[in-house]
């Protein structure tokens, strides 16, 4: 008996083991669907303003003015990624930027949706601004 309970022990360690270095592995490689979205807002001086605008409102509180991950309200224990750098860990492509601002980052959500507090056209708009800040070409 004791060794039936040792070996489904061990199947339930390694399956949650499994789940977790693939929920790691998928959201370092970003959203395959999200990347297939294609940002219906011109990116135009316009745009990247009215961005500019719900960054501050939205983001720069964890993200920093700056947009180096250094805002001062950050939960305390995470790490807002530097938006304005090469590396783009959740995905790199406006879709899943998008994607994320909207339905937040898991899976345990240090950033949060922003779906029930910015439109569509408002995220596109800080996706334009985030990448007039950072590096060309990602």
């Known amino acids: 008996m004791a060794k039936?309970?040792?070996?489904?022990?061990?199947?339930?360690?390694?399956?949650?083991?499994?789940?977790?270095?693939?929920?790691?592995?998928?959201s370092a490689q970003g959203n395959a669907e999200a990347a297939?979205?294609?940002?219906?807002?011109?990116?135009a001086p316009?745009?990247?303003?009215?961005?500019?605008?719900?960054?501050?409102?939205?983001?720069?509180?964890c993200h920093g003015d700056d947009a180096k991950g250094n805002g001062p309200l950050?939960?305390?224990?995470?790490?807002?990624?530097n938006l304005i750098?090469?590396?783009?860990?959740?995905?790199?492509t406006d879709g899943e930027i998008f994607t994320n601002i909207k339905d937040g980052i898991g899976p345990k959500f240090d950033?949060?949706?922003?779906?029930?507090?910015m439109m569509d056209p408002d995220i596109w708009n800080v996706v334009n601004y985030v990448r007039s800040l950072g590096p060309k070409g990602k």
């Not at 316009?46 to 509180?61: D, E, L, Q, R, T």
């Open 4 to 26: 039936i309970q040792v070996a489904r022990a061990s199947i339930i360690g390694l399956t949650a083991a499994c789940v977790v270095v693939i929920t790691v592995s998928a």
């Open 36 to 43: 297939k979205l294609k940002n219906p807002v011109k990116s």
């Open 46 to 61: 316009a745009s990247i303003a009215a961005g500019k605008v719900a960054y501050g409102k939205y983001c720069k509180f």
């Open 74 to 81: 950050a939960p305390k224990g995470t790490n807002p990624p």
């Open 85 to 92: 750098d090469a590396e783009w860990s959740h995905g790199s």
């Open 111 to 117: 950033m949060k949706p922003m779906k029930a507090k």
